[in-house]
């Protein structure tokens, strides 16, 4: 029998060593998130941050020193961390501290090898679940289409190569919702352009999907659809207006 696997997901926490709006101390919340998830005294296996650690990260000027304090904030709860790309993450640094923090029984497998993306598959206790498998996908595009993402092709056919194998289930993880979600200013402005393509490839095989899980929309949402859970969490640093008459944040 599989050992259960206990993952906490956090997202969006937008560190700034300033506050990133007025009364938004998004620093002082990472410490309070970071308490809080210390206080926890029940194992945890890893910690799944989906993207958007810090504000300014995407910037050309940015130094990465952000997403360092950041990751080291987290880090010093002594668990393991998988993390994906957002939208506004300094994509380089943060897929340094992610490989060089890698527990020594964690073999990770890039599938986006030809481009800087941080898109990947792992096992986290092949010992005891090694039909468990962790799928993260890195859907931060060009400028241009910020903030919506885009699966790459090479990710996507990557994906049905994995998923069509029977004998493994996997927990699916990224920054931008794949499904419209019956907001209007979200799913004008902040979802995968592809991500119709994507569901469908998630609809064919969903009996081996445990979960897909996104963030970016700084709010806790959960549906199913065509048998494929999707769920977000909140931002740890402010929440957006989704209800579907709710304006832009």
């Given at each position: 029998m599989n050992h259960p696997l206990r993952m906490l997901h956090i997202g969006d926490t937008h560190w700034a060593s300033e506050p990133i709006a007025p009364g938004?101390?998004?620093?002082?919340?990472?410490?309070?998130?970071?308490?809080?998830?210390?206080?926890?005294?029940?194992?945890?296996?890893?910690?799944?941050?989906?993207?958007?650690?810090?504000h300014r990260g995407q910037l050309d000027c940015d130094s990465g020193n952000s997403t360092r304090t950041a990751w080291n904030r987290l880090a010093q709860i002594g668990i393991p961390i998988l993390t994906a790309v957002g939208n506004h993450d300094n994509r380089s640094v943060l897929t340094q501290c992610f490989q060089q923090n890698l527990p020594a029984h964690w073999t990770v497998h890039y599938i986006d090898s030809k481009h800087p993306r941080l898109a990947y598959w792992l096992t986290l206790n092949p010992q005891t679940?090694?039909?468990?498998?962790?799928?993260?996908?890195?859907?931060?595009?060009?400028?241009?289409?910020?903030?919506?993402?885009?699966?790459?092709?090479?990710?996507?056919?990557?994906?049905?190569?994995?998923?069509?194998?029977?004998?493994?289930?996997?927990?699916?993880?990224?920054?931008?919702?794949?499904?419209?979600?019956?907001?209007?200013?979200?799913?004008?402005?902040?979802?995968?352009?592809?991500?119709t393509r994507l569901h469908a490839i998630f609809a064919t095989y969903a009996k081996q999907i445990r979960g897909v899980f996104f963030g970016h929309t700084h709010r806790p949402m959960c549906c199913v659809k065509d048998s494929v859970l999707y769920a977000s969490t909140g931002s740890a640093t402010m929440h957006f207006p989704n209800m579907p008459s709710d304006s832009a944040a």
């Open positions: 938004i101390d998004s620093q002082a919340r990472l410490n309070q998130l970071c308490d809080w998830i210390a206080s926890i005294h029940q194992p945890i296996d890893a910690l799944i941050h989906t993207g958007d650690w810090v679940s090694p039909h468990e498998c962790i799928l993260v996908l890195d859907a931060r595009d060009s400028k241009d289409i910020d903030p919506r993402g885009r699966l790459c092709d090479d990710q996507i056919v990557a994906l049905e190569q994995l998923l069509a194998d029977p004998n493994r289930n996997w927990t699916i993880f990224l920054h931008y919702p794949p499904i419209p979600l019956e907001c209007d200013w979200i799913d004008r402005t902040m979802l995968l352009e592809n991500g």
